[in-house]
């Protein structure tokens, strides 16, 4: 088994346990992963962001060959920021009723939060999921940046619009943080004209 340096499995090693999962193998290390995994929130997180890579590669492979030879550099930036959103990264203050307690959450959590909301949403996948400020300060003004692949056929304005909607709502379900802005950039576009049924 393939490790991180913090004794984590890498993202390679996730892949392959995620295609030995689909093709039921069963052996005493597969079984060892599998109960890593379950136990582990990061490698969940991890988990579910390969399923959805996964979905999305197979609606494009159902695609023209034409169409697949399709820059996909959009595939390699959501891939690349996986591992940086699962880790924790900085804690962020929670306010609690008793001056001795002391509550926080991890930026990573929230990123895994923000990723969770967008992954509902068929027309979009984001790549980048940064929160820009002093996120371990109370009240300081925080800005979300998010880079987003867009669905062929679907209106812009109105994707950008929902996921604004619902990052808003769940970060305010998570936590406390005063956001000042979601700054979300389209970089490009995924599936075809086949697809949207032209």
Same mark, same amino acid.
């Given at each position: 088994?393939?490790?991180?340096?913090?004794?984590?499995?890498?993202?390679?090693?996730?892949?392959?346990?995620?295609?030995?999962?689909?093709?039921?193998?069963?052996?005493?290390?597969?079984?060892?992963?599998?109960?890593?995994?379950?136990?582990?929130?990061?490698?969940?997180?991890?988990?579910?962001?390969?399923?959805?890579?996964?979905?999305?590669?197979?609606?494009?492979?159902?695609?023209?060959?034409?169409?697949?030879?399709?820059?996909?550099?959009?595939?390699?930036?959501?891939?690349?920021?996986?591992?940086?959103?699962?880790?924790? /990264?900085?804690?962020?203050?929670?306010?609690?009723?008793?001056?001795?307690?002391?509550?926080?959450?991890?930026?990573?959590? +929230?990123?895994?939060?923000?990723?969770?909301?967008?992954?509902?949403?068929?027309?979009?996948?984001?790549?980048?999921?940064?929160?820009? /400020?002093?996120?371990?300060?109370?009240?300081?003004?925080?800005?979300?940046?998010?880079?987003?692949?867009?669905?062929?056929?679907?209106?812009?304005?109105?994707?950008?619009?929902?996921?604004?909607?619902?990052?808003?709502?769940?970060?305010?379900?998570?936590?406390?943080?005063?956001?000042?802005?979601?700054?979300?950039?389209?970089?490009? +576009?995924? /599936?075809?004209?086949?697809?949207? /049924?032209?």
């Amino acid at each position: 088994m393939e490790l991180m340096n913090n004794d984590e499995p890498t993202l390679d090693t996730l892949s392959m346990w995620l295609q030995d999962q689909q093709d039921g193998v069963q052996t005493p290390e597969h079984r060892e992963l599998t109960r890593h995994i379950n136990e582990c929130p990061s490698c969940s997180q991890r988990i579910a962001a390969l399923k959805r890579v996964d979905q999305v590669s197979a609606d494009l492979v159902s695609t023209e060959v034409a169409v697949q030879k399709k820059d996909t550099t959009w595939l390699d930036d959501l891939m690349a920021n996986l591992v940086f959103e699962t880790l924790a /990264g900085r804690s962020i203050p929670l306010s609690a009723e008793y001056d001795v307690d002391n509550f926080s959450i991890t930026e990573g959590a +929230i990123l895994a939060a923000i990723r969770g909301v967008a992954d509902s949403m068929e027309n979009l996948i984001i790549g980048r999921c940064r929160l820009v /400020g002093d996120v371990e300060e109370p009240t300081s003004p925080i800005i979300v940046q998010v880079s987003a692949t867009v669905r062929y056929g679907a209106v812009i304005a109105e994707v950008t619009d929902r996921l604004r909607e619902l990052i808003t709502a769940e970060v305010h379900r998570v936590c406390e943080l005063n956001i000042e802005a979601i700054d979300i950039e389209v970089q490009d +576009i995924f /599936g075809s004209p086949l697809e949207a /049924g032209e």
